[in-house]
């Protein structure tokens, strides 16, 4: 069973950085493809990026491509969401997710283990 727990949101005005962080525990997650999400207020949860096992492959929403950047540290079991140049519309509660599999994935369907979220609010 792996436990993911989000942190490093925050408020911020448009234009600023965050650099969100997911730590797992209970269970290793270097065979697992990872990624964030995210859901405003009245929306599905939407994907934000992925990552695969060991990171050699990764996606993005093109909402936040050139803006936002995945990474992991499977040595530290944990992984990472830097955004720049934040505007409103990426305010929203981010979650990070575990795969059960290896592969990059897309789809909330794939993903079986979530964490509690961490609150993004970006002022204009």
């Known amino acids: 069973q792996i436990q993911l727990v989000e942190s490093g949101g925050g408020l911020v005005q448009a234009g600023g950085s965050l650099r969100l962080s997911c730590t797992a525990s209970?269970?290793?997650?270097?065979?697992?493809?990872m990624g964030w999400f995210r859901q405003a207020p009245g929306n599905e949860r939407a994907f934000v990026a992925a990552?695969?096992?060991?990171?050699?492959?990764?996606d993005y929403a093109d909402s936040v491509r050139a803006r936002f950047t995945i990474s992991r540290d499977n040595a530290k079991n944990s992984m990472y969401l830097q955004m720049n140049n934040l505007k409103p519309e990426d305010t929203a509660v981010y979650y990070c997710a575990a795969a059960t599999g290896y592969d990059l994935q897309v789809h909330t369907a794939a993903y079986h283990y979530w964490g509690q979220g961490t609150r993004v609010t970006v002022s204009s």
């Open positions: 209970g269970h290793a997650i270097h065979n697992n493809g």
């Open positions: 990552i695969d096992w060991n990171g050699a492959n990764i």
